[in-house]
């Protein structure tokens, strides 16, 4: 909460009075309603530090609902505001500029491990609630043989792969566990391509 006080306060916003639940951690979930007819993703500390955010494809554990940890419970029990406009426009700015990977642009990149990297991109982007870490390492370990091959960069590969599963509502510490999981077992199997 003072990460996003602090967010606030440099933009010369005031925090915005709206539902308010404390997690079992001892955090904070504000709840706002979405602008009509448009559809955000999740982010994670892309606002900021431990500032993270559930929109399409996201969850968030409700209210009364009990965990190992604790209680969530509402402590400002008012009904959600709309989103305010000055986050709003940040929460699309970042979208707009790191919501889509760029195909690889690695002069070695053959147009099969182009297809190959947009395709599994993709997968990952539409894979269903319950599917989505098993997507995740499908497509990394897909991915990971244009790696061993040199056809790939790897940062290229990780970052892409670490944007797609947070917009599907995955943290940041489970994708770059996954992906580094499947990526060193397909370079690990694969090796170098043999010549033809």
């Known amino acids: 909460m003072a990460t996003f006080?602090?967010?606030?306060?440099?933009?010369?916003?005031?925090v915005p009075t709206t539902r308010t639940v404390r997690t079992a951690s001892g955090g904070f979930h504000l709840y706002f309603t979405a602008p009509s007819g448009v559809r955000l993703g999740n982010t994670a500390g892309r606002l900021?530090?431990?500032?993270d955010t559930r929109a399409w494809g996201g969850y968030v554990v409700a209210p009364g609902s009990v965990t190992?940890?604790?209680?969530?419970?509402?402590?400002?029990?008012?009904?959600?505001?709309?989103?305010?406009?000055?986050?709003y426009a940040r929460l699309m700015l970042r979208q707009s500029s790191r919501g889509?990977?760029?195909?690889?642009?690695?002069?070695?990149?053959?147009?099969?491990?182009?297809?190959?990297?947009?395709?599994?991109?993709?997968?990952?982007?539409?894979?269903?609630?319950?599917?989505?870490?098993?997507?995740?390492?499908?497509a990394a370990r897909a991915l990971g043989r244009f790696i061993a091959w040199g056809d790939l960069p790897r940062n290229q590969v990780e970052e892409a792969l670490q944007l797609a599963g947070e917009d599907v509502g995955l943290s940041?510490?489970?994708?770059?566990?996954?992906?580094?999981?499947?990526?060193?077992w397909s370079i690990a199997r694969n090796g170098q391509r043999r010549a033809a």
């Open 100 to 138: 889509r990977m760029a195909p690889p642009s690695s002069v070695r990149a053959s147009s099969y491990a182009t297809a190959g990297f947009n395709a599994e991109i993709t997968s990952v982007r539409a894979a269903p609630e319950g599917e989505r870490n098993a997507t995740l390492l499908r």
């Open 48 to 51: 900021g530090k431990r500032i």
């Open 172 to 184: 940041p510490r489970s994708c770059a566990a996954t992906i580094r999981s499947g990526l060193n």
């Open 5 to 14: 006080k602090a967010l606030c306060e440099r933009t010369g916003h005031a």
């Open 68 to 87: 190992y940890a604790g209680a969530y419970a509402v402590v400002v029990d008012v009904p959600p505001v709309p989103l305010p406009d000055w986050l």
